[in-house]
């Protein structure tokens, strides 16, 4: 917690953080990712060279030290234990799921995630009260009765879509793709680049188009699955960003 109340503490803690996740980042990168000057940045890494916190393996590349190291573990268990105990207390209050069948107030219930959303139903493998009634499909609140888990992040699958000059939808197999969407009912589908977006229209599917690189990664950080349809020049934009949220993805092509 205490890494939270220095602003220099904290932003050491994020570089060391990029140093251990990601070991082919450099200055510039670290400085896109964290919105800093490469001005502010540098002089961030020459303090944390000259505290050893750090080490230069060539121009441009760093290294943790034992030291560095140390001091990122321990400050990660202590802000570890800080949010967790954060979270449990916040979700000890009340959950809001949508009811599966009919729920009477103070029935034991089981709540889970399932597809970005908060389920619950009457269960005597139990882990909340309800404290209304509900019918089937109505919202219900629940009181947590035991430690509470956050949901799994969602699978997302890449459609790469050609881009006009190759030809854009006209050279997407539409019935593999159809098929493909219909595979997956519980995944949400969305668009990125017109020709995506027309292709999915195609096998009768209105994505969601505007802000769709923002709900991709926000409903697959809430366990829902996510078909991304994505126009091929920016497929590089929308992989790097999948890589920054560490979420998992495949790619997949339906060429003609």
Known sequence: MKVLLSRKDTV????????????????????????????????????????????VIHKGYYELTDKGIDWLTKNLLDLHLYSEELVKKLYSRSIVAIAEG???????????FQDGYIFAKKSKDANGVAMMAAKHGEDVLIKPTSGFEPPKKGEVVVVKIPDIAEGGSRKVNIESFREFVKSKPRSIVVAIGVEALVSCRKIGVEPIFFGSKNVCVEAAHHGSGVIVACTESLVDDLLRTLIEENIKFEIKEFAV
Request: positive net charge.
């Open 12 to 55: 050491k803690l994020l570089i060391l953080s990029e140093l251990a996740i990601n070991k082919e980042c450099n200055q510039r990168d670290i400085a896109k990712k964290l919105k800093l000057t490469p001005q502010a940045i540098s002089e961030h890494f020459k303090e944390l060279i000259s505290e050893n916190y750090v080490k």
């Open 102 to 112: 009919e729920i009477v107030e103070n029935d034991k219930i089981r709540y889970w």
